[in-house]
């Protein structure tokens, strides 16, 4: 979970009034969040990822200062646009591919000294790894607005067509070579993989201030004497846009800034269109009306809160405007808040606004102890007999996308689980093998020292059912089929289950001939269908398969040794085990 670390001085003037640290220790944890360590002027103090407004020390100045103060001051008033700036940005045709969504704000009369710059600094970068995934969902741009003369142009650019000094370098560099040489053009090139011209903001003067989602220009450096500010934000992901331009702006209110809207205009393609947007006055700060159902609230809490306790409970949370209609509790939600998606999250501020501590106790009627899941035990039990293999266990994602899971892989594409309106051509369908996704993960590491063998206990989509696999594969020069069929035989007979070895049947991803099938076998019994009976009349049941993975895939993944395989469906092995 993110850990913020603070200047104590700092937090304290944020916070002001009478501040005590002890107090502070004992409150934090009631709020969410665990004081981690105290180094000499420095607190450190871990939060969950689901509330990025407390990234920042103003963010957790301002919730603190609300949960421990009755007297606190309105917020609605303070945290609200005041005003339009008259700024215009107007987006170009041509991002719809690269980077189309763009959110701006105006923060003026804002007091920045170095703590300040520091959180501030701080504050983006823990946005661009949470929120942003690493600048490809989201980046934000920080700007002084002095030197820069508006309307402003966002616009996709050639990597040679346009020269600017970027942050902290001397010397025009054109955007090409920001990717090829600037530090963080290198750590962040792989955003803009693939793509013939980059992103770029300018001014009317065509002043460079950001080629998003790399680097800023140094003509708009945010120092001490800055008291107005620009805030841009790109990505693609609108609702990801709007609450990190709202987190920061959130931020620099803090600390004593005007907010101001910008007219942010977009094309009339189909792309936008489709998105619903023609126009948008950023930010979207807004304070979203919500309702808590009280009969519900009471009935989850297990305990009757009468409605001034409901309102306070929620008011040390941060929201404004309470009030009871009927049997609903409505109120406002702050523009920060992101995580607020259902009455549950509302009612979970309540139990966090009232304190647990507060819940009376109650004995239970009956008394019931817990145990593994089957399914649970067979997963640990056969981790350990893969690391005693000389596996490394991996993690991959869940989703995957046709290409890799049926062409890929040679197999004939069947009904599998869609992703309806996917971010990414990667991300299309809910996996229905683990392998690909092994296979990828060693073509990532193609670099490193042979041998290299991985496995996963891997949550995959078979028809329209949950399955747990275990899945391995092994590159290595000694890989070969007897070496994998080994290591499945030695994994069942650690597990005491019988099996016999088919044909490997319709598996073109192995090579002919160098590839099985396990089946369950019940000698002797004719009622070997009972552990299934969905599949009555089945005469084998398969289990998994082995096998080495087809040269053709091998060069397709650019891999330097053959590689062998196995995935076992664990679900049906646990039903065995009764």
């Given amino acids: ?95 719809e591919k690269i980077r189309p969504v763009i959110g701006a704000a105006v923060i003026k009369g804002v007091k920045i000294n170095e ?7 701080n504050l983006q970068e823990k946005l661009h790894l949470t929120v942003g995934r690493k600048r490809r969902k989201v980046a934000i741009g920080i700007h ?24 902290q370098k001397t010397g025009e560099w054109t ?41 800023n220009g140094e003509l708009t450096r945010v120092n001490t004497e800055t008291e107005n500010i620009f805030v841009d934000c790109t990505g693609w992901d609108l609702k990801a846009v709007s609450l990190s331009v709202n987190i920061v702006c959130s931020q620099l209110i803090d600390r004593g800034g005007k907010l101001k809207s910008v007219s942010v205009f977009y094309p009339g393609t189909d792309y936008y269109k489709n998105l619903g947007i023609e126009k948008i006055q950023w930010p979207m700060y807004k304070w979203e009306k919500e309702r ?36 609903n509790l409505r109120c406002l939600v702050p523009p920060w808040r992101g995580d607020i998606l259902h009455q549950a999250d509302i009612l979970e501020d309540v139990a966090n ?24 035990e067979l997963s640990r039990s056969v981790r350990g007999v893969m690391v005693g293999l000389g596996f490394l266990e991996a993690r991959t994602i869940s989703l995957s996308n046709e290409d890799d899971q049926f062409e890929m892989m040679k197999r004939e594409e069947m009904d599998h689980i869609k992703i309806t309106n996917p971010i990414t051509t990667e991300h299309t369908m809910m996996r229905m093998s683990a392998l690909p996704s092994l296979l990828l993960l060693l073509k990532a590491n193609r670099h490193r020292d042979l041998p290299q063998r991985i496995f996963e206990v ?46 490997a049947k319709n598996m073109k991803f192995y090579i002919r001939g160098r590839g099985a099938g396990l089946f369950a076998s019940f000698p002797g019994s004719e009622d070997h269908i009972t552990p299934f009976p969905e599949l ?18 091998i060069s397709d993944m650019e891999l330097k040794a053959p590689v062998s395989s196995f995935e076992l469906d664990l679900d049906l092995i646990s039903r065995m085990m009764g």
């Fill in 144 to 167: 002084d607005m002095d030197p820069l003369e508006p309307p402003f142009r966002y616009w996709a650019a050639d990597p040679e067509e346009v020269s600017f000094v970027p942050l």
């Fill in 458 to 503: 891997a949550d995959v989509m078979i028809g329209n059912r949950n399955h747990l696999l275990l899945s391995a594969v092994s590159e290595e020069n000694k890989a070969s089929f007897t070496e994998i069929k080994g290591m499945v035989q030695r994994i069942m007979s650690d597990l005491d289950i019988p099996f016999i070895i088919g044909d």
């Fill in 292 to 327: 808590l159902d009280l009969t519900y609230a009471r009935t989850v809490l297990g305990s009757y809160l009468s409605e001034d306790q409901l309102k306070r409970s929620l008011r040390r949370m941060g929201y404004e405007q309470m009030s009871v209609d009927m049997e």
């Fill in 175 to 215: 955007l090409g070579r920001i990717l090829s040489e600037h530090e963080k053009g290198v750590d962040y090139a792989w955003t803009l993989e693939g793509m013939d011209k980059y992103p770029l903001i300018t001014d009317s003067k065509d002043q460079v201030l950001s080629f998003p989602p790399i680097i």
């Fill in 115 to 121: 703590d300040a710059l520091v959180s501030i600094m």
């Fill in 536 to 553: 009555k009349g089945e005469k084998d049941i398969p289990l998994g398969h082995f096998g080495e993975i087809h040269p053709r895939i």
């Fill in 353 to 376: 606004g009232y304190g647990y501590d507060n819940f009376p106790g109650v004995d239970p009627k009956e008394y019931t102890s817990g145990s593994e899941r089957p399914i649970t």
């Fill in 1 to 95: 979970m993110p850990v913020i670390n603070m200047n104590l001085k700092d937090l304290e003037q944020l916070i002001g009034g009478d501040f005590s640290l002890d107090e502070f220790k004992e409150r934090v944890p009631m709020m969410g969040a665990t004081v981690e360590k105290i180094e000499g002027e420095e607190i450190s103090v871990e939060f969950f990822p689901d509330r990025p407004d407390l990234y920042s020390v103003e963010g957790v100045a301002r919730a603190y200062r609300r949960f421990v103060r009755d007297d606190d001051p309105d917020l609605f008033s303070s945290f609200s646009i005041l005003g339009d700036s008259g700024i215009e940005l107007r987006t170009e045709t041509g991002l």
